[in-house]
């Protein structure tokens, strides 16, 4: 985990909010993804973004949610209006986005309880 | 379908008492299968990575291995520390060949003293 720095760690939100979560990746690492993980469940691919692009948004619900990865600055995962079932821990990843290599190096994650 | 099934979803072993994990894949052109550490509470933590069928690789009690159809994760005389959920995922080629993860739904590890 050493290296994807995420925050907030925990954030609290009244149902109609906006939740904003960051994420740092590591040292040298240009793609990031993130994921969503409900209680005793496996981890759900939301979105893979490049610096300044998005490649893969297939696991991101099509309202509310959006994601960005800007050329200087963290990636930022947005969710709009936010409703009771978005509360989730919300991990990002980060790689070298070497191909045929590129090991996931995971963050601590994001825990966001709505209210 | 491209798809990463993960069994048993929970196992408790004695301490000592040697077993293992399995992850079975259906994915069309497997680029690397990756096994994951989950502790309550944190994010998963890399452990190994395997190219190709009959490769293997050890790290203290665990050992991993792959087929062309599945791979498993042994552990050797486990201990309580060893307690966590291990999830499995695969790499494949995703539009424009760029990187694309799956993730199994984990194995949660209980060992006992």
């Known amino acids: 985990n050493a290296g994807v720095m995420q925050n907030p760690r925990h954030l609290v939100r009244r149902r109609g909010q906006e939740a904003r979560l960051r994420c740092s990746p590591m040292k040298g690492h240009s793609h990031v993804y993130w994921y969503r993980q409900l209680p005793e469940e496996g981890l759900k691919f939301m979105v893979y973004?490049?610096?300044?692009?998005?490649?893969?948004e297939s696991g991101m619900p099509k309202e509310r949610f959006s994601a960005e990865f800007p050329k200087e600055g963290p990636s930022i995962l947005r969710i709009q209006q936010v409703v009771r079932g978005d509360s989730a821990a919300y991990f990002c990843?980060?790689?070298?986005?070497?191909?045929?290599?590129?090991?996931?190096?995971f963050g601590e994650g994001s825990r966001l309880t709505v209210l | 379908e491209d798809q990463v099934t993960q069994s048993p979803e929970a196992l408790r072993l004695q301490e000592g008492e040697s077993s293992s994990l399995n992850c079975s894949y259906t994915?069309?052109?497997?680029?690397?299968l990756f096994w994951y550490r989950q502790d309550p509470g944190k994010g998963p933590e890399f452990l190994f990575t395997l190219y190709s069928a009959g490769e293997e690789k050890e790290k203290e009690r665990l050992k991993a291995t792959l087929t062309k159809k599945e791979s498993f994760l042994h552990i050797t005389a486990p201990k309580p520390e060893d307690s966590a959920t291990y999830l499995c995922a695969v790499l494949t080629a995703g539009v424009y060949n760029f990187n694309k993860f799956y993730f199994g739904s984990g194995t949660k590890l209980n060992v006992k003293p």
């Open positions: 973004l490049q610096k300044e692009n998005i490649i893969d």
């Open positions: 994915v069309s052109g497997l680029r690397g």
């Open positions: 990843a980060s790689s070298d986005g070497q191909v045929n290599t590129g090991e996931l190096f």
